[in-house]
């Protein structure tokens, strides 16, 4: 063949695979209000960024040994740049078979998957999902059924998580394996009112229990985002979604091999004096903790993770004089702060992104303990307990809390530390213990009480002497804890950050602790 024939040829198998299913499936996602891949990773990366790989992979058709059409593999990849940072991404490309199908394999001489380009460059992964996994169809392809043996491709998904971070957006009805792998990430998102994400769809549904439900019913943003805690973030659209991937991103190192970004550092958008009036003098009334966060924090610098999830903690990244921090903090306006299962789920993905990629972990406390009840009993809240137990302890990073309220229980004691760069500061305006004076005194003196001759006005002379024991400058007279002026948080938390940069530097490389979805 001769070298223009080449080029030629070349040049025609290009414009094939970017035209992916043709104008008609292409009109149809846009009909469904959805980009497609290439639209989206246009919109993801910085201009003119993208570097595609395997662009010539797919399905031709010949007569007489030449091209007379091509089918490409139904996702597109590549390298992009996101604020100049390098990345590899993977779209899934829902107008060639609804993004089901095979992986594309050539056996010998296969060029890297995305995820193996990703762990070998050492830069972030991201999944750009909207594909209705396996199909039954591909069997009369391959002429025979297979074994399910995804875990040979699914080994370095895995791997990625403990290297670099990795993020999804969930960008239309997602099943089978792209949906477990939607969960396999350090942060996701999906689209309200577009995007779904299930096993298997309302159609397999059907046939295995006989129930017809719709797809947003099965599995729209708000059960997997309010209900269940899949998945983190819901998005207004595909824009807002790949725009929440690429700040999440902004937080974090390329690799564990390296250290977090800084930015410009910012003032904080409420004064620090303001704190001295954030937490009330009535305990039982709630107060926003966001208030707090805008005090100590660079201003517009909290991103928040699963807000819809687990209310009764704030959980998401920041900065704090440039450097990335990461955030948690309880929310008396939700269990009066109480840590639930949910929100003991949030507290430990927060404690692990930190531990892997290098933040430092400043908590705001206000813990009254863990969630009591039935509900909590029927969701196992002493295993989860165990869980964040387990996790706090294993983590290494730098952690400071300030407890600003409450701090009670085995729930309490979460927010502390024994090994590590850890620091604690309270307020004034903390209190704390094994338990709640008001809910101790009536089980551990409920003898005592019952036998008195007014026993309401028992319990209440009980809980007064109690509570004169209460005030935290009794606890320093003891054990040197450190109790503030909370107008001194930002100064101190700007210091301990700073600081904890030098530590931070000893501990990149191979994570000490495993980061599980």
């Known amino acids: 063949m001769r070298r223009e024939d080449e080029l030629a040829e070349l040049a025609q198998r290009s414009e094939l695979a970017q035209q992916m299913g043709g104008p008609e499936q292409i009109n149809r996602q846009h009909e469904h209000g959805k980009l497609t891949a290439r639209e989206r990773v246009a919109l993801l990366a910085d201009d003119a960024s993208f570097r595609e790989f395997g662009l010539l992979t797919g399905t031709g058709t010949y007569q007489d040994h030449r091209l007379t059409g091509f089918l490409p593999k139904n996702e597109v990849t590549g390298f992009v740049r996101l604020d100049g940072r390098q990345a590899v991404v993977s ?6 078979r609804g993004g089901s199908g095979g992986r594309n394999s050539g056996g010998m001489g296969q060029e890297l998957s995305a995820t ?8 972030p992964y991201i999944r750009l999902l909207d594909a209705a996994g396996g199909s039954v169809s591909a069997f009369a392809d391959y002429g025979r059924t297979y074994l399910p043996d995804g875990n040979a491709w699914a080994i370095y998904d895995v791997q990625l998580l403990q290297t670099v971070p990795v993020a999804a957006a969930v960008l239309g009805s997602v099943a089978g394996l792209p949906a477990v792998n939607a969960c396999l990430a350090h942060f996701n998102v999906m689209v309200r009112g577009t995007a779904q994400l299930f096993p298997g769809g309302p159609p397999v549904v059907k046939a295995a229990l006989g129930l017809d439900i719709s797809k947003e019913d099965l599995g729209g943003s708000h059960v997997h985002t309010e209900r269940n805690g899949v998945v ?3 998005a207004l659209d595909e824009k807002d979604a790949l725009s929440q991937i690429r700040s999440f991103l902004s937080y974090l ?6 250290m977090p970004p800084r930015a410009e550092p910012a003032e904080p958008a409420v004064a620090p004096e303001r704190l001295r009036t954030a937490v009330p003098e009535s305990p039982r009334h709630p107060f926003d903790v966001y208030r707090i966060l805008g005090a100590a924090l660079d201003q ?4 928040e993770i699963a807000p819809g999830y687990g209310k009764s903690r704030v959980t998401g990244l920041a900065r704090v004089n440039g450097y990335p921090v990461g955030v948690m903090a309880n929310n008396p306006r939700h269990l009066g702060g109480a840590t639930d299962v949910a929100a003991g789920a949030k507290a430990m993905r927060l404690i692990q992104l930190c531990d892997l990629f290098h933040l430092p972990l400043v908590s705001f406390a206000d813990e009254p303990g863990f969630a009591v009840g039935p509900e909590s009993e029927r969701q196992g809240i002493e295993r989860a307990g165990a869980e964040l137990v387990w996790t706090t302890c ?14 009670f229980g085995v729930a309490g004691q979460c927010q502390h530390r024994p090994t590590g760069m850890y620091r604690r500061y309270a307020w004034p305006s903390a209190r704390w213990g094994s338990m709640h004076i008001t809910g101790g005194v009536s089980a551990a003196y409920r003898r005592v009480i019952e036998a008195a001759d007014d026993p309401e006005a028992k319990r209440k002379e009980i809980e007064a002497e109690l509570d004169a024991l209460a005030s935290p400058f009794l606890t320093a007279e003891a054990t040197g804890q450190d109790i503030i002026d909370p107008a001194q948080t930002r100064q101190l938390l700007v210091e301990f950050v700073t600081d904890a940069q030098r530590v931070l530097a000893t501990q990149v490389g191979v994570p000490g602790m495993p980061y599980r979805p």
Do not use: K
């Open 91 to 96: 779209a899934g490309d829902f107008t060639i």
């Open 116 to 123: 193996r380009r990703a762990l070998e460059w050492r830069v």
């Open 232 to 234: 983190d973030n819901v």
């Open 253 to 258: 190192p390329s690799s564990v091999f390296e």
């Open 300 to 303: 517009d610098s909290f991103f």
């Open 394 to 407: 294993m983590s290494r990073m730098p952690w400071l809390t300030f407890v600003i309220s409450r701090l």
